[in-house]
């Protein structure tokens, strides 16, 4: 088995598709869409945060955990590509 290798591509296929929805939605005449997706992932890493802190979970998993991870990371990488999108914007007027 290659679990590394496919979890790998999986990774970056979905690095490319949060990246390139990112840049579709910042590069348009409705610049506000460009906001919407930071947010929902940064509600999507804080709501799981504040559930596992004031709910009680006798049997804790690790999907909280892995949301928060991936509610964190896709805001980072979304925030990044929308200040590079407008930084190229602002450069090329």
Do not use: H, W
Request: proline share 3%.
């Amino acid at each position: 088995m290659r679990i590394g290798y496919d979890l790998g591509v999986v990774g970056v296929t979905v690095l490319f598709l949060i990246i390139g929805i990112q840049v579709l939605l910042s590069t348009r005449k409705q610049r506000v869409l460009g906001y919407v997706m930071p947010t929902l992932f940064l509600i999507l890493g804080g709501s799981n945060l504040y559930k596992s802190l004031y709910v009680y979970n006798p049997y804790p998993t690790m999907k909280e955990g892995m949301l928060m991870t991936f509610g964190l990371l896709g805001f980072g990488i979304s925030a990044v590509t929308l200040a590079v999108c407008r930084v190229i914007e602002k450069r090329s007027r």
